[in-house]
C-alpha cells in the first residue's frame, strides 16, 4: 500500500513569491524519481499565504531516498526564512483501514 502525506506550510508575505517558485521547482523535479507517486503543490484557496503538498509514495524507502536528493538540499536553501511557523505533517491513513 502506497504512503500519502499532506504538509502544510505557512508562508511568510514578503517570501510568498519565492516560496511558490521553489515549491513549483521541488515538484517538477521530485515526480521524476523512483518511487514518487505523486507530488503535487497548491496554493490553499482558503488561507492566504498557504502552501498545500500533497504527495503519494510507493513506500518508506522512496521517501527516505527522496529526502536525500540533491533537489530537496537546494529547495530547502531556497526557502530558507520563507515561513512563519514549522510545516504540518499529516501521515495519512484510510479510514477504516
Request: glycine share 4%; hydrophobic share 45%.
Amino acid at each position: 500500500m502506497s504512503i500519502q502525506i499532506v504538509v502544510v506550510f505557512d508562508v511568510r508575505p514578503e517570501r510568498f513569491d519565492t516560496a511558490v517558485a521553489a515549491f513549483r521547482d521541488l515538484a517538477a523535479r521530485t515526480i521524476e524519481e523512483e518511487g514518487a507517486l505523486r507530488f503535487d503543490a497548491f496554493l490553499s484557496q482558503g488561507r492566504d499565504n498557504t502552501v498545500v503538498l500533497v504527495e503519494e509514495w510507493a513506500d518508506q524507502d522512496a521517501i527516505d531516498q527522496h529526502m536525500k536528493e540533491d533537489c530537496v538540499r537546494e529547495f530547502l536553501d531556497r526557502v530558507e526564512g520563507c515561513f512563519r511557523s514549522e510545516a504540518t505533517v499529516h501521515r495519512l491513513e484510510a479510514v477504516g483501514a
